[in-house]
């Protein structure tokens, strides 16, 4: 193998691995944000949890966070509960941040 093909494989990897972690941290994200906002409808133990589920599940929908954000909006419009768009920004970065640090920390 020539050092061009070498650096080639090497990229390659490095890129798969990231591209792993940012879907898994996604996921992470979307279930703790699932798991928030279940907490914001009065859900809590199973029920909590399937909640959070739904809310990764809605992330396949189409690419982006939209359809999560249109998700929940929608739940908590349904229970005449509303969200600050700053505040849920906000929130999304904090849990991303926590998402990738239990994913890093092996959790």
Known sequence: MTLFNEREDTFEKQFAHDEELRFRATARRN??????????????????????RSVVQADFQEPGDADVLRKIRQDLEGVGKTVDEDDLSAKLQQLMAQAVEEIKAGR
Not at 37 to 49: C, D, F, N, R, V
């Open 31 to 52: 279930k703790l944000l699932g798991l928030w906002i279940a907490g914001q409808l009065g859900k809590t133990g199973e029920e909590a949890e399937s909640y959070a």
